[in-house]
């Protein structure tokens, strides 16, 4: 992990020394700047809560994809005008008067020419050559030991299948081609890091969506568009760190794994906030959707298989230049998944997640004093019999839970008119907030598992759900199905109900 940390770090300073300096501009070198500390009038437009004009020490204009804002940056904001460096997106800034950025428009880069009478061959070599030979020098360097840790990188295997698998372009519909064109390109598996903090610190607070003992999770506004961010409460930092590392190290583009948009860390009033900021889903968790709604069986057979599919991409190792190591989340549950207005899920909290890379046997556990959720325990985890220094066994308790998580899913499935109440799975053995002990006697001593209503198996579609479900939940962590067995058995009875519907379609 460290030697992908310190790849991030070199190709991200190699890609900024490769900017063209036609996209940096910076207004202030031009022009009469103002002292730092006057505060100037700006022009406000196109941003949230723009009155017309704000107040602050910069002036900014924005272009992004062609759509202008113009506003307001505290002093401490001024790096921000850096982040013309984002293909598509152009900031620039002036502070020399008041409204001064209603004047800017598309930036021009200013001309510095030396005066004439220093343009002797001397210093033409200093002014010229040497920052040339230098930047050269720094950029084969750089280059070279990227080379060198790249041929170094482990390449990674499958676990099940010894297919290669494609990394899907993934990002959802409604969000710019920003974060994708980092997040799929060469560019690496997140933005550089000071353009993470410089988006965070752009965001408008709108509404609190959710709240636990995690901390809080806010819907936010970036340039106009919804991002959700979780505020980590202090007591879950290493979350924070876990899920930010993970987040900004590994490939992790998929349509059923939560879409991340940058992390942030702030201090204020002696206390440090810890941001995580995510791709937005209005419909929220799947715990609060099964809430209200109910579902036909089709319906659940996509939500069914797409958690299966995201689960298939967090535990598979990838073999390529953009691969991935294997992933066992160690948190799965409803509350941790989010439903897309497509009716797929997508898996969140990689707090807890471990991390294996089976080339050189590398597994990191982190060190997060967190503990998964009791009520979706594995019975190896509540009888302290899991290996814990075998990735398998990290899987295997996925797996189990991935079953709890079917089971939510169908009982909300309506079959011949029937559905049951949400309930949270071990909700009739016990009480709300279990104990540790309370779950071990139920799934480990009395060996109980959830109940299946009969209407399932009268129908083609649950009763298979309802095996696989069985096949997850056997007391031997290695007896259970993997991920990627979950997902065949799913997308082979998708296509077959796809198959028959067709074939309804043509006989009508
Ligand atoms: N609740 C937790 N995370 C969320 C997200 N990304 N979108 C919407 N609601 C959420």
């Keep these: 992990m460290g030697e992908v940390t310190i790849l991030k770090a070199l190709l991200a300073t190699a890609w900024l020394l490769?900017?063209?300096?036609?996209?940096?501009?910076?207004y202030?070198?031009?022009?009469?700047?103002?002292?730092?500390?006057?505060?100037?009038?700006?022009?406000?437009?196109?941003?949230?809560?723009c009155p017309g004009t704000c107040s602050g020490h910069w002036c900014f204009f924005t272009v992004v994809h062609g759509v202008q804002s113009r506003g307001c940056f505290e002093q401490a904001q001024y790096e921000t005008c850096r982040t013309a460096r984002i293909p598509g997106l152009h900031i620039s800034c002036?502070?020399?008067?008041?409204?001064?950025?209603?004047?800017?428009?598309e930036p021009k880069v200013p001309e510095v020419k030396p005066p004439a009478s220093e343009t002797g061959p001397d210093s033409v070599i200093m002014l010229v050559a040497v920052p040339l030979l230098l930047l050269l020098i720094v950029a084969m360097a750089t280059c070279a030991?990227?080379?060198?840790?790249?041929?170094?990188?482990?390449?990674?295997?499958d676990d099940d299948d010894a297919a290669m698998m494609k990394i899907?372009?993934?990002?959802?519909?409604?969000?710019?081609?920003?974060?994708?064109?980092?997040?799929?390109?060469?560019?690496g598996t997140g933005l550089p890091y000071l353009v993470q903090r410089t988006m965070a610190r752009q965001i408008s607070l709108v509404e609190c969506v959710g709240k636990g003992r995690y901390g809080e999770v806010w819907r936010g506004t970036w340039t106009g568009e919804s991002v959700a961010v979780k505020i980590f409460s202090s007591r879950d930092e290493q979350s924070w760190f876990r899920e930010t590392e993970i987040y900004n190290t590994v490939q992790l583009r998929h349509d059923n794994i939560l879409g991340f948009i940058a992390s942030d860390m702030t201090s204020k009033n002696s206390s440090t906030q810890l941001w995580l900021i995510t791709h937005f889903h209005e419909l929220g968790s799947l715990y609060d959707f099964l809430q209200y709604s109910s579902l036909d069986p089709e319906g659940c057979l996509r939500m069914c298989l797409s958690v299966a599919s995201g689960l298939v991409h967090l535990h598979t190792e990838?073999?390529?230049?953009?691969?991935?190591?294997?992933?066992?989340?160690?948190?799965?549950?409803?509350?941790?998944?989010?439903?897309?207005?497509?009716?797929?899920?997508?898996?969140?909290?990689?707090?807890?997640?471990?991390?294996?890379?089976?080339?050189?046997?590398?597994?990191?556990?982190?060190n997060n004093p967190r503990v998964g959720t009791k009520r979706y325990m594995a019975p190896e985890v509540l009888d302290e019999s899991i290996r814990v220094e075998v990735f398998e066994s990290y899987k295997q308790t996925d797996i189990w839970a991935l079953g709890l998580v079917l089971w939510e899913i169908t009982r909300r499935t309506v079959v011949n008119g029937i559905v049951e109440e949400y309930r949270p799975p071990f909700f009739d053995v016990v009480?709300?907030?279990?104990?540790?002990e309370e779950m071990r006697k139920v799934v480990c001593v009395d060996q109980y598992r959830p109940s299946l209503h009969n209407r399932l198996c009268s129908h083609p579609i649950l009763s298979t759900i309802a095996?696989?479900?069985?096949?997850?939940?056997?007391?031997?962590?290695?007896?259970?199905?993997?991920?990627?067995?979950?997902?065949?058995?799913?997308?082979?009875?998708?296509?077959?109900?796809?198959?028959?519907?067709?074939?309804?379609?043509?006989?009508?």
């Design 18 to 26: 490769c900017v063209p300096a036609d996209q940096i501009t910076d």
């Design 28 to 49: 202030s070198s031009t022009e009469e700047v103002a002292g730092s500390s006057r505060l100037v009038t700006c022009a406000c437009e196109n941003r949230p809560n």
């Design 94 to 105: 002036c502070n020399n008067k008041d409204l001064c950025n209603e004047d800017l428009t």
């Design 145 to 157: 030991l990227v080379l060198w840790l790249r041929s170094r990188k482990p390449h990674y295997k």
């Design 168 to 187: 899907p372009a993934g990002a959802d519909p409604n969000y710019g081609d920003i974060f994708d064109e980092f997040c799929t390109s060469g560019s």
């Design 318 to 366: 990838i073999l390529s230049t953009q691969g991935k190591p294997a992933i066992a989340h160690r948190d799965l549950k409803s509350r941790n998944i989010l439903v897309k207005r497509n009716g797929q899920c997508c898996i969140a909290d990689l707090g807890l997640a471990v991390i294996h890379s089976q080339n050189n046997d590398y597994l990191d556990v982190g």
């Design 431 to 436: 009480p709300s907030d279990p104990s540790f």
């Design 467 to 508: 095996k696989v479900m069985k096949e997850c939940w056997f007391q031997s962590p290695p007896a259970r199905l993997t991920a990627l067995r979950v997902r065949k058995t799913l997308s082979k009875l998708d296509q077959d109900a796809d198959q028959s519907t067709e074939k309804l379609k043509q006989d009508v």
